[in-house]
Every structure is written in structure tokens, then in C-alpha cells.
């Protein structure tokens, strides 16, 4: 197993990795009144029976919905009121047991009962290795993903590489992207390695673990400069302004499938402002060899643009997007709207065309 320590100006933390660690949960456990976990149905159905050995015999439970849908305000509110009506008090402590979407939702839920109680992540998906480290939580709002949400940091995170086990290639695709971000904005070798992976079923490898700890790494050491992202932890929203646009708008998309196109277009943009080469055609080769989803339709262009308009990061009616002047070296740059739609239709329409003459 192997340990990292978080050490934020506000909190520390640590991060557990490794095959069946979830004992490490015991002392956390011990000293709360109550535990409570929050999961999703399929997680529950595949994984709660590992998880159910280290819990204490008080443990409540509360099943949500699988999927982006959940991070709602109905469902925030369920949850809420689950606890009021369970009498859980503050000294509880919530487990957040699944990936991204339990993980925003359960730690807003910790971060505003009673003002705060303990939380715990124990994520099971590639993609969670990232969203679980930071203290980020969130819901979403009809208008945009994660409007409404907090900085609060959990008390720890629990990352036992069993569960990974079971992810279908869509969840290793989503994990992968932000992983292949975390190599964009700050570790080329990481990125060189993650690029030359031939198959999804390579990342069973013993090896693969060693490249989800460099990325673990990042986003920690990101994190640990700038906890309430007021510098340079926006840079983690690489590729994220048209993900979560298209994300909005393909309903079958998952996040990190979204992402991952984001992550095209600000490359497109990155070379467009930077005037540089960033090989987009060997990422583009890399998308397409482990079959990721490129749903690129210029006739949205106007429903893309609304969704970026209410980006968290936007300032002053200017769309902020992290772009590269090279390879980890991450800046933000604003555009007008005009301006950008300017490129976005050009971008769509060039890999439209260029998707249109691969399926030839």
C-alpha cells in the first residue's frame, strides 16, 4: 500500500492506494458517533460487501440513482433529510463510497449538514482518483455542472485498487482522460507513457498503478499550492470548459469522454493563440485507438457556446479557457464570444470533416 499526506493551509489528509486497504478506515471509524454511507446502486451491488467489514454495526446506508442526474438538488435534499430524520449528529462521520458523481454529491452533503460533519472518500472508479482530492463538492444546476457546491476536504481518501476491477471500458476511457490532462498540464512523461497505451486492457498491467500514482501526484501537489483555486489549480479545468458544454449537450457522454474532447478543442486553441505544435493528430490517434466517442456537430455550436458562457471560471462576460503555451505549461486565456464562436465553428467543422474521411 502505498501513502500520500495532503498538506493544504487549511487541512491535511491522507491518501491510501493499494489492493484491500480498506482497514485503514478503522481509526477514523472508532472516533465518530455514527457512520453514514452514500452510494449508488451499482456500486452498492458490486462492491458494499467488501466495505461492510470494517463498518460499525450503527452504519445507515442511502442508495442513490447511478449517473450525472443525481448531483441535483432533489437528491441533495433527499439526502439531507435522511440524516435529519435518522438523528445523525455532528459527530458523524459520511462515507462517500463510488465514483465522481457520489463523491460531489456526498461531500456538498457532509460539507453543509449541521454546518459540517467528517466525510471520507472511498472512490471505485478510474475517473474518482482525481475529483476525490481536493475537498471540490458540488451539485449541478440545469444552467451548468457544479455551480452550487464547496471547498471542504475529506478527512481521508481510501483508494482500494480492487474496485477497479469491475469498470466497464466506458468508466476506464472516463478515468484515462483526466489522467492524460494531468500529463498535458504538468508531466510529459506521463503523458508520453499514457499515450502509447494500445488497448484498454492494458491498464490491468501491475505497471498501470504506477502511472495512476504519478497522476495522483499532480492534482495533490496542485492542490497543496493553491487549495481554493485562486492560481494555479484552475489549470486542473484543462479541457473542462467545452467537456462540460458537450457533456451537457450528449447526454451520452461521460464526463471524462467529454473531457477528453474538451481537451481537443484546447489543444485547437492552444495552437491557434500560441501559434505552436502540440501533435493533436497523435492525441486524436489516441482517442480513436481506444474508442473514445467524437460527437463533433457544428450545428450545435450555438447550444455548446450558451453552456460555456456560464463556465465557472468566466470572467467579465469573457469565456476562460486553460490553454498550453507548451506542454506543462498551463495559462488561462479569455475570449469574447464572438471570438470564440469564430473558432469553435472552424474547430468543429475541420474534425467533422476529418472524422467524415477516417470512416471512409
Not at 490517434?285 to 450558451?306: E, I, M
Amino acid at each position: 500500500m502505498k501513502q500520500l499526506q495532503v498538506k493544504t493551509s487549511s487541512s491535511e489528509y491522507p491518501i491510501y492506494i493499494g489492493e484491500d486497504c480498506l482497514s485503514v478506515l478503522a481509526p477514523f471509524l472508532q472516533q465518530a458517533t455514527q457512520t453514514i454511507v452514500v452510494t449508488d446502486q451499482t456500486v452498492y451491488d458490486l462492491h458494499y460487501q467488501k466495505l461492510s467489514h470494517v463498518l460499525p454495526e450503527n452504519t445507515i446506508t442511502y442508495i442513490i440513482t447511478p449517473g450525472e442526474s443525481s448531483k441535483s438538488f432533489d437528491c441533495y435534499h433527499q439526502i439531507q433529510t435522511f440524516l435529519i430524520e435518522s438523528q445523525v449528529d455532528r459527530q458523524a462521520c459520511l462515507l462517500a463510497f463510488g465514483g465522481g458523481v457520489v463523491g460531489d454529491l456526498a461531500g456538498f452533503v457532509a460539507a453543509t449538514y449541521m454546518r459540517g460533519i467528517d466525510f471520507i472518500q472511498i472512490p471505485t472508479t478510474l475517473l474518482a482518483h482525481d475529483s476525490a482530492i481536493g475537498g471540490k463538492v458540488a451539485i449541478n444546476h440545469e444552467l451548468g455542472k457544479n455551480l452550487i457546491g464547496a471547498f471542504y476536504p475529506p478527512k481521508a481518501v481510501v483508494y482500494d485498487l480492487r474496485f477497479l476491477r469491475t469498470l466497464s471500458e466506458k468508466e476506464w476511457r472516463c478515468g484515462l482522460a483526466e489522467m492524460v490532462k494531468h500529463g498535458f498540464i504538468a508531466n510529459p512523461s506521463l503523458l508520453r507513457q499514457l499515450l502509447q497505451i494500445q488497448s484498454l486492457d492494458a491498464l490491468l498491467d501491475e505497471t498501470f498503478a504506477q502511472l495512476l500514482i504519478q497522476s495522483l501526484m499532480v492534482k495533490m501537489e496542485i492542490v497543496q499550492m493553491d487549495e481554493f483555486e485562486q492560481g494555479c489549480r484552475a489549470y486542473l479545468n484543462f479541457g473542462h470548459t467545452f467537456g462540460h458544454a458537450i457533456e451537457l449537450d450528449e447526454k451520452e457522454l461521460s464526463h471524462g469522454e467529454a473531457v477528453a474532447i474538451g481537451i481537443l478543442f484546447s489543444l485547437y486553441l492552444s495552437e491557434h493563440i500560441f501559434g505552436i505544435d502540440l501533435a493533436i493528430g497523435q492525441y486524436l490517434t489516441y482517442l480513436k485507438r481506444l474508442h473514445f466517442p467524437l460527437p463533433f456537430n457544428v450545428d450545435h455550436a450555438k447550444r455548446y457556446l450558451g453552456y460555456m458562457m456560464h463556465d465557472k471560471k468566466n470572467q467579465r462576460k469573457q469565456v476562460r479557457f486553460v490553454l498550453l503555451n507548451q506542454l506543462a505549461k498551463p495559462e488561462l486565456v479569455s475570449f469574447s464570444i464572438a471570438g470564440l464562436e469564430t473558432l469553435l465553428k472552424q474547430f468543429l467543422s475541420e474534425f467533422t470533416t476529418k472524422e467524415e474521411r477516417v470512416c471512409h
